[in-house]
């Protein structure tokens, strides 16, 4: 004779819906929400609809995309991989090294061929995408990635984060071409040793057509430090790497998660204080004297 323990675990083993992804916990919580305001009483007909859930927390950065959410934003192109079933980012390196000119400008063009004309709007200020300014580039085994930012008034700052597979010496335009858009402002720049944290991201590399074949996936994240800095290295979980800086911005990208998708879903269930899960990521900061600054908690200096 089967238990009512074993019997569920059966049966939650049969269901085919996924259970660990952001959006199906927010409609299970949403669900159980109306059901336990709901009168038994009251028919089902008539039961109200509940409303979507408002962010955790407000942002400094908002993010522009079809995949936009909260500081989870991507929008990607999904293209076939043709390395043999190779993974994607087999060549990644913790470290970066120099992209050429070349590689940089013709992945800035197949970028902003997928922005746009501009970024912005919709309450938010607009700029011309062919106007941000290109801040950081790196490059990372076969991948190459581009900072673009603009600032409006009021310190108002525009990024877009490009990411592209181009091998070195290739004279080929970059595959696998994908970016995020956000926008924000609010704080004043850093000083000293201090690190801002800016905009994060996760995005879809890979598919195939309509994209329907695997994916993998790839966090960003860049900021700003003071002009004290001169390296960020950035812990994530497992993964280590060490961030390109440059001007009093840095930025990184490695495979992988910006959030743990644990932390995630339970954040997501009713009941709990208001607030977003915690990044993964961890700070250490270089200064120019070369010290090390393990830990280091990031700021939100003002005006």
């Known amino acids: 004779m089967i238990d009512d323990r074993t019997l569920d675990a059966r049966l939650r083993a049969l269901d ?7 959006v199906d916990a927010d409609r299970r919580a949403r669900l159980l929400e109306s059901v336990l305001a709901t009168d038994p009483a009251q028919p089902v007909a008539d039961l109200p609809v509940p409303p979507p859930r408002r962010p955790r927390r407000p942002v400094r950065r908002v993010a522009w995309g079809a995949a936009a959410a909260v500081t989870l934003a991507g929008v990607s192109v999904a293209l076939p991989l043709t390395n043999g079933g190779e993974p994607a980012f087999a060549s990644w390196t913790a470290e970066p090294a120099a992209a050429s000119d070349r590689d940089a400008e013709v992945l800035r063009e197949a970028c902003l061929e997928q922005v746009g004309d501009s970024v912005g709007g919709d309450g938010a200020p607009e ?10 580039t790196d490059r990372r085994g076969e991948w190459v990635s581009v900072l673009l930012t603009g600032t409006a008034p009021g310190r108002y700052q525009f990024t877009v984060a490009c990411l592209g597979r181009l091998p070195a010496g290739s004279s080929d335009g970059p595959s696998d071409i994908t970016h995020a858009v956000t926008g924000g402002g609010g704080w004043a720049a ?23 074949g695997e994916q993998e996936r ?27 800086v440059a001007d009093g911005t840095y930025a990184a990208w490695w495979p992988g998660r910006i959030f743990d998708p644990a932390d995630v879903v339970a954040d997501a269930a009713p009941g709990l204080p208001d607030g977003e899960p915690e990044p993964l990521l961890r700070y250490d ?19």
């Open 16 to 22: 085919p819906v996924p259970h660990d992804t952001l």
């Open 127 to 136: 700029a011309p995408s062919a106007e941000l300014a290109t801040r950081l």
């Open 285 to 303: 900061v270089t200064l120019r004297d070369g010290t090390v600054l393990r830990d280091v908690d990031p700021v939100h200096p003002t005006d």
């Open 190 to 212: 850093p000083s000293g040793d201090q690190l801002v944290e800016g905009p994060m991201a996760e995005l879809a590399v890979g598919g195939g057509p309509f994209g329907m």
């Open 218 to 244: 790839a966090a960003t994240t860049n900021g700003e430090v003071g002009p004290d800095v001169v390296g960020v290295t950035i812990h994530a979980g497992g993964t280590t790497v060490e961030a390109s």
